[in-house]
């Protein structure tokens, strides 16, 4: 029999995506999470008790006039299923991450709850790339790359230019292209590695140091300046280095203030929940909202296991592609009114299948 | 969790039973090691006496040999088990249980560890005695159930031997949560019917023992009509037992001798149950640790007695906890955050929060508000609230203001932001009447930082 409680229980089953503000562990996230969906499901009625027989002394009739008073069976409520001697109906509610993001950071974390836990493995098996937005500030050096490190060391800045960071940045990206290269697993030497190279289908395949799979300056403003990166394997201390070195090639010394990742795969910031929205009603929500991505990553991830390496790298080459083409369009601006869908995701998936089709045959 | 010198009683209250129970254990392996049968018939006595409650049917009494090994294999069970969280002891209201009024006199050394004041007695101490000659060693000895002569169940009996059948309970002599012994313990349901969670009450490691083993005419109503006349609400009641169970067994005299120093001090008889209710182990807490914290109250912070009062009916947990964290707060705000004697002052007395708040968290906030937002100590000092709030909901509100530039905290100038609106108005009302924008656009902003 199911009761509402149950009900909503069934609904808590998918992948969705939570804006993690800065400053915060992302176990809290997590936890606050988890503690605001067992507190819509406790709220929910608990199953009616049991009733048991129990003797009670009541008056023996109305008409009895000197209030005799006698044991009487009544079928009343047990004790035992008061919902103070059972406790809350719900205990546990499995709330799972994806790729973390350390406490000094913020932007898209995807988060699984129930059976969208297992999911969670085959997101962060499968190629996808993470987009984040780099701020960094020229003129001081710390021990930890961020403004509120110690600071190490102080330098001028006035010979910086937009031209001279773009130089850098593009000798950083040939490096980092020919890593993706490098770690691609294919045998350079073959005829089929040069056509994906070609196509500009290399792709990183099982372990690999971080590789920035796009790099580019959308803002400069001495000393500060912001970059955006698509990569893959990274780590957030890893990006926070990458702003020094920045600083290093060009002679001076820099710092990051701020690492923000606005999108994780399919996730995208738009459809992110803030702080505001972490309860049961909004999760629920954005579940339903990213049912069809998580779909998508469901068949990926079963196609992966099924099928042999060679038709998974194409198929998350095609993927990795035509998201860096796609990342490369991306507004300047920091509000996005218009907010593209999940349903790119369907276009690369589409595309995905086509040429999987193509290279069966 | 409970500090004070009234709790030490009530401890080795607890820790004799349960020390009694483990004396059993080790009197178990001692006797293994030296074979005594003296060692293992006090043994027996004793563990048939506390764990059983008669599971044991007298018509075993023939059957020595059986009981006995039956007994140690209960034992055995028992030392092996994960560490029992409650045990039943033999004190019940007469109501509930079965017991016999016949000439069941316990042994002596039995008594010594269960309450005098009891009615029930475990008859089997009785069947055990006579038996004792005949109680063999167990190593070695396989039970041989055919060699035992049992009475046969169609055998007519005598209408003496009729009563002194004992049925064995349906209860379990030990359970892991409480809800076996709710409905048929007066003191539990009644508790379930004020309002206690007993639920959260089991999860703490001999609290459920305790509970069951309250007398409920005896222990649990005289305290609670105490409570009633110190003026706390029935609705209370149950919260106040569900934090603070052990005020069950804290001595009458004692509670009284508190209430009286704290209405010898002027609190007023609404003032003492509101912190009573707001602060449930208040009572638990000696004259003398009452005493100490209100003269420190007083001394440290400079406040007249009157305000002293004030501030601790406010919040009563202060008179609950350690005074180290206390010193440490008063003293950053004094040195670290620079404030006045006068400033500090009116601070506590308006947010008394402030003195138990996360040193960590209140240097954050402070440093956040004075350094990055540029409000001076004065002003701080006249909104002490906003020491009280989310470091998170204060930067994003600040840096949403920054942003579209109305950020403007001086009273002086235009445009006027007072700290208290920033930080405790509601998302909405904030957006539309502080910041002059959407939630959309607020929401769109966080995810920019």
Same mark, same amino acid.
């Given at each position: ?49 049991? %009733? ?18 006698? %044991? ?56 996808? &790339?993470?987009?984040?937005? %780099? ?25 910086? &230019? ?19 290269? &490098? ?89 992110? %929940? ?84 193509? &290279?069966?045959? | ?45 004793? !563990? ?162 305790? =509970? ?28 106040? =037992? ?90 950053? !705000? ?64 600040? =840096? ?30 904030? !957006? ?6 959407? =939630? ?10």
């Amino acid at each position: 029999m199911t009761t509402q409680a149950i009900r909503l229980f069934r609904k808590m089953d998918g992948l969705f995506a939570v804006y993690k503000p800065q400053g915060v562990h992302w176990k809290h996230v997590r936890d606050s999470i988890e503690s605001n969906l067992l507190k819509a499901l406790n709220s929910c009625p608990p199953p009616a008790p049991q %009733l048991a027989l129990q003797f009670q002394l009541l008056s023996s009739g109305e008409n009895n006039s000197s209030k005799d008073l006698v %044991l009487s069976p009544s079928m009343l409520p047990a004790l035992a299923d008061h919902p103070l001697v059972i406790g809350p109906q719900f205990h546990k509610v499995h709330v799972g991450v994806g790729h973390r993001l350390d406490a000094f950071s913020s932007g898209v974390l995807v988060l699984g709850v129930g059976k969208g836990n297992g999911l969670l493995e085959h997101l962060c098996k499968s190629h996808v &790339t993470r987009d984040y937005t %780099l701020e960094g500030e020229f003129g001081k050096a710390t021990d930890n790359f961020t403004d509120t490190g110690r600071v190490i060391e102080k330098t001028t800045y006035d010979h910086v &230019t937009q031209d001279k960071l773009e130089r850098v940045l593009a000798v950083i990206q040939g490096a980092n292209q020919k890593a993706l290269i &490098t770690y691609s697993q294919v045998d350079l030497r073959s005829q089929e590695a040069y056509d994906l190279a070609v196509r500009g289908l290399l792709y990183p395949d099982g372990k690999s140091p971080p590789i920035l799979t796009g790099l580019r300056c959308i803002h400069f403003n001495p000393p500060h300046f912001t970059l955006e990166v698509q990569c893959v394997n990274e780590t957030q201390k890893y990006l926070r280095k990458l702003i020094h070195e920045v600083g290093l090639e060009l002679r001076t010394s820099a710092v990051c203030s701020g690492v923000r990742r606005t999108r994780d795969g399919p996730f995208r910031v738009e459809n992110a %929940l803030t702080r505001q929205h972490w309860t049961a009603d909004s999760v629920i929500q954005a579940i339903a909202h990213f049912r069809k991505t998580t779909r998508k990553i469901r068949k990926s991830g079963m196609y992966r296991q099924t099928a042999g390496q060679m038709n998974s790298s194409t198929e998350v080459q095609e993927q990795t592609r035509s998201q860096t083409g796609q990342s490369e369009q991306i507004d300047q601006q920091h509000f996005e009114l218009s907010s593209p869908t999940s349903d790119t995701v369907v276009d690369r998936e589409t595309a995905v299948t086509m040429s999987e089709g193509r &290279t069966k045959h | 969790m409970l500090v004070g010198n009234a709790s030490p009683a009530k401890k080795t209250g607890n820790n004799t039973r349960t020390s009694s129970v483990l004396d059993v254990r080790r009197f178990i392996c001692y006797y293994r090691k030296q074979e005594n049968s003296s060692v293992a018939m006090r043994v027996c006595q004793r !563990c048939v006496g506390l764990l059983l409650s008669g599971p044991l049917s007298a018509a075993l009494q023939q059957s020595t040999r059986v009981l006995h090994q039956r007994s140690h294999l209960i034992l055995l069970r028992h030392s092996t088990r994960q560490p029992l969280v409650h045990t039943l002891s033999q004190r019940h209201s007469g109501e509930t249980w079965r017991h016999f009024t016949d000439h069941q006199a316990a042994s002596p050394d039995v008594h010594n560890k269960v309450d005098l004041a009891q009615k029930e007695v475990v008859p089997l101490n009785s069947d055990v005695h006579p038996i004792s000659s005949q109680v063999s060693l167990l190593d070695g000895q396989s039970i041989d159930l055919d060699a035992v002569v049992r009475p046969s169940p169609l055998q007519e009996i005598s209408e003496e031997e009729a009563v002194q059948i004992q049925v064995p309970s349906a209860l379990p002599p030990e359970s892991s949560t409480l809800r076996p012994y709710v409905d048929k313990s007066e003191t539990l349901s009644k508790l379930v019917q004020l309002g206690v969670n007993l639920w959260e009450l089991e999860q703490r490691p001999n609290v459920g023992s305790m =509970l069951v083993r309250l007398d409920f005419r005896a222990d649990v109503a005289p305290r609670l009509l105490f409570l009633k006349d110190l003026g706390v609400e029935e609705s209370k009641l149950g919260r106040l =037992l569900t934090k603070n169970p052990f005020i069950l067994t804290e001595s009458l005299d004692n509670l009284e001798a508190r209430v009286s120093y704290l209405k010898s001090k002027k609190f007023s008889k609404q003032s003492v149950a509101a912190m009573v209710s707001k602060a449930p182990y208040l009572l638990n807490f000696s004259v003398e640790r009452l005493d100490n914290r209100l003269g420190f109250f007083q001394k440290q912070l400079g406040l007249s007695a009157e305000k002293t009062r004030d501030v601790v009916t406010r919040l009563p947990k202060l008179l609950c906890g350690s005074l180290e964290p206390i010193k440490e707060n008063l003293k950053v !705000c004094e040195l670290e955050f620079g404030f006045r004697g006068n400033e500090i002052q009116h601070i506590v007395s308006t947010v008394p929060k402030v003195l138990i708040a996360n040193k960590r968290k209140l240097t954050q906030i402070f440093d956040f508000i004075h350094n990055t937002m540029d409000v001076p100590h004065s002003l701080i000092a006249k909104f002490p609230q906003v020491l009280n709030a989310k470091f998170l909901r204060i930067r994003e509100r600040h =840096l949403f203001l920054e942003y579209l530039g109305r950020a403007q905290y001086q009273p002086s100038q235009p445009n006027y932001i007072s700290l208290d609106r920033l930080v405790f108005l509601p998302d909405d009302v904030f !957006c539309s009447e502080v910041a002059l924008a959407t =939630l959309e656009d607020f929401e769109r902003f966080q995810k920019t930082l």
